[in-house]
C-alpha cells in the first residue's frame, strides 16, 4: 500500500537542483515502478484535497504553505500515468490517504493477506502489527513490531498517544509544552495511555491542594506544588483531546482489496491523451493553452533566409584571427546592433506550464 504524497512530497521539496523541471513526477513513478517489481501486488493511496480534520480543528497544517500550480499538475500527471500502468488508484472524498491506507489494511488483514505500507508518515506506524510492516520511503528500512519500539520508545498501539502528547509540526498539532519525544516514551511506558496520564496527573493536584489546605489550617509548611511537567498535562486536556482525535485513523471506508490482487494490465504504449485534471480549481486557464514545439525542419523554415544556418560542410576552417580596421574606420560611426526579429520573441514561454513543454522539447 503506497502512500503516494508522502513518496511526491520528497521528491518535490528534494534540495537537488541540477534535475530537470519535471524531475518530481519522474522521481515518483519511478520509485513506484521500482516498488512494483518488488511486491507482486501494488495498490496506491491518494489524499483529498481537504479532510475532515480541517473542520475538526481549523489550524490542522495552517502552517504549510499553499501549493503552486505547478505542484497539483505534476501530481495529476503522476497519479494519469500510475493509472495508465494499471496501479489500483484509491481515493475518498474528504479523507488523507492514511484513512484508505488504515481501512485497505484492515480490509487485506481479513481477507488472510501481508501488508507492507510505504510511507514516511509516522501517524501509519500505528497499523504496524505481526502481519503489517512500514517500508521508509527515505531510507528503505522495514519496520515491525520491535523496530517501531526502537525508533519511538513505545509500541504501534501507543504511537497515537505520543503523537498527542508530542505533537506534529508537520500537522501543526501542538502537543504538551515541555513534553519531548523520550519524555513522552518514558509517560506512557509508566502509565500506558493518555487518558492514565490525565487520571495520574489529577489524582497528583487533587491530592496536593488537600495537603495544602491542611496545612494551612495547621499552620505547617505548605507542600511541594505540582510539578511543572504534571501542570503542562493538565493545562493541556483539551490539547490532548483534539489531537487524539486528529491522529486517530479511520479504518471503516470502503475498499475493494480484491482489486490490488487481480493481475496489473498496462495501457497500450500510444500517444495517449494528456492529463485531465478532476476539479475546476486544477485546470489552467484558457489562455494557459501548451502549444506543441515545431521540430527541426520547420523551425529552420520560419527563419528568415539570411539567418538560416549553413551546412556544416560548407563553413570553412578559420584562418589566423586578424583584427584588421579599414582607414576611415570612425567608432562613432558604428552601427547600432539590430533588433531581435519577432520570430525569435513568439518561441518564449508565457507561462510555467509553457515553459515546463518548452524546456522538455529542448
Known amino acids: 500500500l503506497v502512500d503516494l504524497s508522502a513518496i511526491y512530497a520528497r521528491n518535490w521539496h528534494s534540495p537537488d537542483r541540477e534535475e530537470t523541471a519535471d524531475a518530481p513526477q519522474a522521481r515518483t513513478v519511478a520509485k513506484i515502478r521500482g516498488l512494483a517489481r518488488a511486491y507482486e501486488h501494488v ?47 484509491w481515493k475518498h472524498a474528504n479523507h488523507e490517504a492514511d ?10 488483514l481479513e481477507a488472510g493477506h501481508k501488508v507492507t505500507i510505504a510511507t514516511g508518515d509516522k501517524d501509519l506506524f500505528q497499523l504496524v502489527g505481526p502481519s503489517v510492516c512500514v517500508l521508509s520511503t527515505s531510507t528503505d528500512a522495514i519496520f515491525g513490531v520491535e523496530e517501531t519500539r526502537a525508533k519511538y520508545g513505545v509500541g504501534p498501539e501507543q504511537i497515537g498517544d505520543w503523537i498527542a502528547l508530542v ?90 482489496i480484491a482489486e490490488a490482487l487481480r493481475p496489473r494490465v498496462a495501457a497500450p504504449i500510444t500517444k495517449a491523451g494528456t492529463y485531465e485534471p478532476e476539479n475546476d480549481e486544477d485546470k ?27 551546412p556544416v560542410d560548407a563553413v570553412p576552417e578559420p584562418a589566423a584571427m586578424v583584427v584588421s580596421k579599414p582607414a576611415d574606420y570612425e567608432p562613432s560611426k558604428a552601427a547600432a546592433p539590430l533588433a531581435p526579429p519577432a520570430w525569435d520573441m513568439s518561441l518564449e514561454p508565457t507561462s510555467l506550464p509553457q515553459a515546463l513543454v518548452t524546456a522538455g522539447h529542448l
Open 99 to 108: 484513512d484508505v491506507i488504515a481501512s485497505a489494511t484492515r480490509a487485506a
Open 43 to 89: 495498490a496506491i493511496c491518494v489524499d483529498d484535497w481537504r479532510s475532515f480534520r480541517h473542520d475538526l480543528f481549523s489550524a490542522y497544517k495552517a502552517q504549510r504553505a499553499a501549493k503552486p500550480p505547478e505542484y497539483k499538475v505534476q501530481l495529476g500527471n503522476v497519479i494519469h500515468m500510475l493509472g495508465l500502468d494499471g496501479f489500483p488508484l
Open 284 to 310: 489552467m486557464s484558457e489562455n494557459e493553452s501548451i502549444p506543441q514545439a515545431p521540430d527541426s525542419e520547420e523551425r529552420a523554415a520560419q527563419q528568415p533566409a539570411d539567418m538560416q544556418r549553413a
Open 167 to 256: 505533537g506534529d509540526s508537520s500537522d501543526n498539532i501542538p502537543g504538551v509544552p515541555g513534553v519531548g519525544a523520550k519524555r513522552a516514551a518514558e509517560l506512557l511506558t509508566e502509565h500506558g495511555s493518555v487518558p492514565l496520564i490525565l487520571a495520574w496527573a489529577r489524582a497528583m493536584a487533587v491530592e496536593i491542594d488537600e495537603a495544602t489546605e491542611t496545612a494551612k489550617e495547621a499552620g505547617a509548611k505548605a507542600p511541594a506544588p505540582l510539578p511543572k511537567m504534571w501542570a503542562s498535562v493538565l493545562a493541556s486536556q483539551d490539547v490532548l483531546a483534539m489531537a487524539q482525535r486528529l491522529v486517530a485513523l479511520k479504518s471503516d471506508l470502503h475498499v475493494d
